[in-house]
């Protein structure tokens, strides 16, 4: 089974403040790691994602991740944050041992970027 | 690429009807998934197919409930009768082997 865990229904940080919105996983085999932003009324969009290599991932818009697999975390980070950043964060898992592709979102982190 | 189309945008409709949702995934991609979006709720997973077969339903939160995908470039999802428990944003989303995947617009559903 694969789950994944969002601590924090909310992060509140001013503008041009570093970032971080929390996710850690769980999985039986190796993970397939990603993060998803959602803009009111709009669909996920992808950002990142980690698969294999450096354990530091860059992204759209600026973002990042760091794949901690001693921790089982991945959490998201930017060093600057914007006010058009506020948006609901995804985190989601993938077990690589799965024979198929079903992902696991977490519940979402809402993140408000104050001017 | 178009992207991950879904129709229609928007569906109004009254208990007790018919409603289908209709999405067209990104071309090549093997595997397709059907979320429900609620406040109350978040994100969850409905039913997914990967190279057109269901493999997971577990998701499908009554028999009033079904989905099809009758070739790789289409899939429906359909209540029959509708409740205005069901009403909800409905989202498509279609991914290739490593799982990222794409989403829809989404379809925002309110059954009155």
């Known amino acids: 089974a694969q789950s994944v865990a969002q601590p924090e229904d909310q992060v509140n940080v001013a503008e041009g403040n570093p970032l971080t919105v929390k996710c850690t996983y769980s999985v039986s085999g190796n993970p397939y790691l990603f993060w998803y932003v959602q803009y009111p009324n709009r669909g996920l969009q992808f950002l990142l994602k980690y698969i294999t290599g450096d354990n530091l991932v860059k992204g759209s818009y600026g973002f990042e991740a760091e794949f901690n697999k001693s921790q089982t975390s991945f959490h998201l980070k930017k060093p600057s944050a914007l006010v058009s950043d506020s948006a609901l964060y995804f985190c989601a898992v993938r077990d690589v041992s799965g024979g198929y592709q079903k992902v696991t979102f977490g519940t979402g982190t809402k993140l408000q970027v104050i001017p | 690429d178009a992207g991950v189309i879904q129709s229609p945008r928007h569906e109004v409709t009254e208990m007790g009807q018919e409603v289908t949702l209709r999405c067209k995934p990104i071309s090549g991609h093997n595997s397709l998934f059907w979320y429900r979006q609620t406040m109350m709720r978040g994100l969850e997973l409905l039913i997914y197919?990967?190279?057109?077969?269901?493999?997971?339903d577990s998701g499908m939160p009554e028999d009033r409930f079904s989905a099809k995908m009758p070739n790789a470039s289409f899939s429906t999802l359909k209540i029959q009768p509708s409740e205005p428990r069901d009403s909800a944003v409905y989202f498509c989303?279609?991914?290739?082997?490593?799982?990222?995947?794409?989403f829809g617009p989404g379809t925002r559903l309110t059954v009155l």
């Open positions: 197919f990967n190279n057109n077969v269901p493999i997971d």
């Open positions: 989303a279609s991914s290739l082997w490593d799982g990222e995947q794409f």
